[in-house]
């Protein structure tokens, strides 16, 4: 019940993460802007290529442009979101944390992981987000009326509270600032009813709330939060249609909601129409075949695996694909689907990229020497355990490890 209850009670700053992962597009600019309900500089042609860039999984190209828009207007609180965005979401994805697999179970609240994030790319995160708020409560005193001030200080705290979530565990600092982020939003909707991209957090934290336990939903709503889920279906459908800045997101925390609600068939017609629209995003590709996975479609997730990593060989076709977080999903389902010798062989794969994180290297050795030991070659999987169990580095997988060097794993 604890476990259940920490996991629900940090639900939204997960979700935060895995739509903020995804970018945000911008309409391209005209003469007179067309949507008045966003800061002007969302309709600039600087900002969508921008976007575009970081669309595409290339974050150092995103970052220098955003880093010359944030320089060009050194008051603008959402040029400052940006750049904060592009720095936090590379790091996650180097760290391998933004395959949402890793948030299926409850056993990433307990996990021993330590995420080792360069404290020069801590230092400027921490430092981007204290200058975003406190540029935006400057603003909000100056014009109690700024609604882009609101909404880009609401952005800029909910994405700060997806970093330390995943990379401290600190949830209940995480908390705090999720709840602040949707105050923000309320009130921009308050300021200007028609600002659609606000709906997005509020949509996330009526979904959220509801999935709380009842006793728990009870004693926050006491303090005037409450949840509903299919109301944060709503909103995140509304920011998905009409919203400038939140859209391509809110169909990703679209998607992401209806998974968590074991709705896969709604789930992957949101996450088909992404995939199909952006090809060439590799995270969008990659979470259609987790959800192929997740709802029990073994050799159609098997194909869509496949294709991804085909896709990966061809040049130019994806930017800095990390290829771990697709072989290792292929090896789940190859092991759901009874294909232990396969399993085995791409969870090696997985191991072997030379870009994959300690933790997930260690992680997908374990499960290698797993499958070794269903097909009887002990010396291959105690030579797995090992490795999976050596000292330095992370040792997330180390108890595991070293049980079945002592018992062979004879489950599935």
């Given at each position: 019940?604890?476990?259940?209850?920490?996991?629900?009670?940090?639900?939204?700053?997960?979700?935060?993460?895995?739509?903020?992962?995804?970018?945000?597009?911008?309409?391209?600019?005209?003469?007179?802007?067309?949507?008045?309900?966003?800061?002007?500089?969302?309709?600039?042609?600087?900002?969508?290529?921008?976007?575009?860039?970081?669309?595409?999984?290339?974050?150092?190209?995103?970052?220098?442009?955003?880093?010359?828009?944030?320089?060009?207007?050194?008051?603008?609180?959402?040029?400052?979101?940006?750049?904060?965005?592009?720095?936090?979401?590379?790091?996650?994805?180097?760290?391998?944390?933004?395959?949402?697999?890793?948030?299926?179970?409850?056993?990433?609240?307990?996990?021993?992981?330590?995420?080792?994030?360069?404290?020069?790319?801590?230092?400027?995160?921490?430092?981007?987000?204290?200058?975003a708020i406190a540029m935006a409560d400057q603003q909000i005193k100056d014009d109690p009326n700024?609604?882009?001030?609101?909404?880009?200080?609401?952005?800029?705290?909910?994405?700060?509270?997806?970093?330390?979530?995943?990379?401290?565990?600190?949830?209940?600092?995480?908390?705090?600032?999720?709840?602040?982020?949707?105050?923000?939003?309320?009130?921009?909707?308050?300021?200007?009813?028609?600002?659609?991209?606000?709906?997005?957090?509020?949509?996330?934290?009526?979904?959220?709330?509801?999935?709380?336990?009842?006793?728990?939903?009870?004693?926050?709503?006491?303090?005037?939060?409450?949840?509903?889920?299919?109301?944060?279906?709503?909103?995140?459908?509304?920011?998905?249609?009409?919203?400038?800045?939140?859209?391509?997101?809110?169909?990703?925390?679209?998607?992401?909601?209806?998974?968590?609600?074991?709705?896969?068939?709604?789930?992957?017609?949101?996450?088909?129409?992404?995939?199909?629209?952006?090809?060439?995003?590799?995270?969008f590709r990659l979470e259609e075949a987790n959800l192929t996975k997740d709802k029990g479609d073994?050799?159609?997730?098997?194909?869509?695996?496949?294709?991804?990593?085909?896709?990966?060989?061809?040049?130019?076709?994806?930017?800095?694909?990390?290829?771990?977080?697709?072989?290792?999903?292929?090896?789940?389902?190859?092991?759901?689907?009874?294909?232990?010798?396969?399993?085995?062989?791409?969870?090696?794969?997985?191991?072997?990229?030379?870009?994959?994180?300690?933790?997930?290297?260690?992680?997908?050795?374990?499960?290698?020497?797993?499958?070794y030991d269903l097909l009887h070659e002990r010396d291959k999987a105690v030579e797995q355990y090992?490795?999976?169990?050596?000292?330095?580095?992370?040792?997330?997988?180390?108890?595991?490890?070293?049980?079945?060097?002592?018992?062979?794993?004879?489950?599935?």
């Amino acid at each position: 019940m604890i476990l259940k209850s920490r996991s629900t009670t940090v639900l939204t700053a997960v979700l935060l993460v895995v739509t903020l992962a995804l970018p945000v597009i911008a309409s391209p600019a005209l003469a007179q802007p067309i949507n008045p309900h966003t800061d002007p500089i969302n309709l600039t042609p600087q900002v969508r290529e921008a976007h575009e860039h970081f669309y595409n999984l290339d974050y150092d190209g995103a970052l220098t442009r955003f880093e010359a828009i944030q320089k060009a207007n050194p008051q603008s609180v959402i040029a400052t979101g940006y750049v904060l965005m592009v720095l936090i979401f590379r790091e996650l994805y180097h760290q391998d944390l933004l395959d949402t697999t890793y948030y299926a179970h409850d056993s990433f609240l307990t996990s021993k992981r330590s995420v080792p994030v360069p404290q020069a790319t801590r230092d400027h995160i921490e430092q981007l987000t204290n200058s975003a708020i406190a540029m935006a409560d400057q603003q909000i005193k100056d014009d109690p009326n700024n609604a882009n001030a609101y909404f880009a200080r609401g952005y800029a705290r909910g994405m700060h509270a997806a970093f330390i979530t995943l990379v401290d565990h600190s949830y209940v600092a995480a908390a705090r600032q999720g709840l602040a982020s949707r105050n923000d939003s309320e009130q921009t909707l308050k300021i200007d009813p028609d600002y659609a991209d606000a709906k997005m957090a509020m949509g996330i934290q009526q979904f959220a709330v509801a999935s709380l336990p009842r006793i728990l939903r009870i004693m926050i709503g006491i303090t005037g939060v409450t949840g509903n889920k299919e109301k944060g279906l709503d909103l995140l459908r509304d920011a998905a249609a009409q919203g400038l800045v939140t859209n391509i997101e809110s169909r990703t925390a679209l998607s992401l909601f209806l998974r968590h609600d074991a709705r896969y068939p709604e789930a992957l017609a949101v996450q088909h129409g992404l995939a199909v629209e952006y090809p060439r995003d590799y995270l969008f590709r990659l979470e259609e075949a987790n959800l192929t996975k997740d709802k029990g479609d073994g050799p159609a997730a098997i194909a869509a695996y496949k294709k991804v990593l085909e896709d990966s060989h061809k040049p130019n076709y994806f930017i800095d694909p990390r290829l771990q977080m697709a072989y290792f999903g292929l090896a789940d389902t190859q092991r759901g689907q009874n294909l232990i010798s396969e399993a085995a062989e791409n969870y090696l794969n997985a191991a072997a990229q030379p870009k994959c994180s300690d933790w997930l290297r260690r992680r997908a050795q374990l499960n290698a020497g797993q499958m070794y030991d269903l097909l009887h070659e002990r010396d291959k999987a105690v030579e797995q355990y090992q490795q999976a169990s050596a000292g330095g580095g992370d040792q997330s997988q180390a108890d595991a490890a070293r049980r079945y060097l002592k018992t062979p794993y004879t489950a599935k």
